[in-house]
């Protein structure tokens, strides 16, 4: 499929094709900056000026118009839910349960107002010792999934399937996943420009998702008045900073920890160490109702994870092993091809988008 990634910031359309034994080979990676205003807190604001912007990429780039468009729309923007149902509900009486019964519970909106999906994931035993069928449940506005739509409307193309951009990133990341065992959680954040989303996956499975208000623009705000400096300037800057790492043995020497010469450091440390936070508290929240799946790793995505030391910064936050997510874990790379590291994290959910397969 054509996958393409409409965020806030970029506009990215990816192509892969199956080289068997489960690997890709990456035809097309492409993107261009967003027009200004045209996606606003992930809502699309403008779908004229987006699709015309993607017509243009792709005509650009030459990249087929007639394949199969998946996109994704963010989680803040979804009702997820993981739900266990009787292991002996036939098929269509599963589907009625979910879509009328079990959705009214979810959906703090008119059911008719949204676009609601559902997975059945497997059976599992519950604590009374009652088999269950456990069931990822999705629900999403449809005025959301509408406008993004009309972006590829508009761009020409047609839409196959709209799933969440966080579902797509971990289709990318399956290889570093199954080295877990079903007892082990992994938090997956991807750290996006005007947000961050937080999910913990349990065999490769979302058991508790979540929003917080921390992206890269937030960074480059304080950067930036901390420098005396126009916002517009603070994207490379932030791309090039370093978040400073502790020395243990200065904080045993001190008693404190110490605090950056450099106030632009300092300032977006400040809003980092504010998304371990947020992170330390899904951690928290998780493992009081799920003390059973520790979490044991904690794997960055999204454009944030690629400033300079953010793994580490976080993982002496946590004090938990922090890693970056590799979204080419699968994806071979032709020579043919440039792919900066730098950019590698923020690829994930168009590169998950196209390694959907057309028939589902």
Do not use: W
Not at 56 to 61: A, H, I, K, T
Not at 312 to 318: N, R
Request: net charge negative; charged share 20%.
């Amino acid at each position: 499929m054509l996958g393409v990634d409409i965020n806030p910031e970029r506009l990215a359309v990816a192509q892969v094709k199956k080289q068997g034994n489960g690997r890709y080979r990456l035809v097309h990676y492409h993107s261009v900056e967003m027009p200004e205003g045209a996606v606003i807190e992930g809502r699309i604001l403008d779908p004229s000026t987006v699709g015309l912007t993607l017509a243009n990429l792709l005509n650009e780039y030459k990249v087929p118009t007639s394949l199969p468009v998946a996109t994704a729309v963010p989680v803040r923007e979804a009702i997820v839910r993981l739900i266990r149902l009787p292991a002996d509900l036939p098929a269509d009486e599963l589907r009625r349960v979910v879509l009328e019964q079990e959705a009214e519970l979810y959906i703090p909106y008119p059911r008719d107002q949204a676009d609601v999906d559902y997975q059945p994931l497997g059976l599992d035993l519950s604590q009374d010792g009652i088999e269950r069928i456990e069931v990822l449940l999705a629900a999403i506005p449809k005025e959301v999934v509408d406008n993004y739509l009309a972006v590829l409307q508009a761009a020409n193309l047609k839409a196959r399937c709209v799933e969440l951009a966080s579902f797509s990133l971990i289709r990318t990341i399956r290889d570093q996943l199954i080295q877990y065992s079903p007892q082990e959680a992994v938090l997956l954040s991807s750290i996006g420009y005007d947000s961050s989303e937080i999910s913990i996956l349990v065999n490769g499975i979302p058991q508790f998702t979540r929003t917080v208000n921390i992206g890269t623009i937030h960074m480059r705000q304080v950067l930036a008045q901390a420098l005396n400096l126009p916002v517009s300037r603070t994207g490379d800057l932030l791309r090039t900073l370093r978040l400073p790492l502790i020395n243990p043995a200065d904080v045993l020497a001190t008693g404190e920890q110490p605090v950056p010469s450099n106030p632009g450091v300092a300032a977006v440390a400040r809003v980092v160490s504010d998304l371990a936070d947020e992170l330390r508290r899904s951690i928290d929240f998780f493992t009081s109702a799920e003390s059973n799946s520790p979490v044991v790793k904690v794997l960055l995505a999204g454009p944030g994870a690629a400033i300079g030391q953010m793994d580490g910064f976080l993982s002496q936050s946590l004090s938990l092993a922090v890693e970056l997510a590799d979204p080419f874990g699968s994806i071979l790379i032709p020579d043919s091809i440039e792919v900066p590291l730098e950019e590698r994290p923020a690829m994930g959910v168009a590169l998950g988008l196209a390694m959907r397969e057309a028939s589902k």
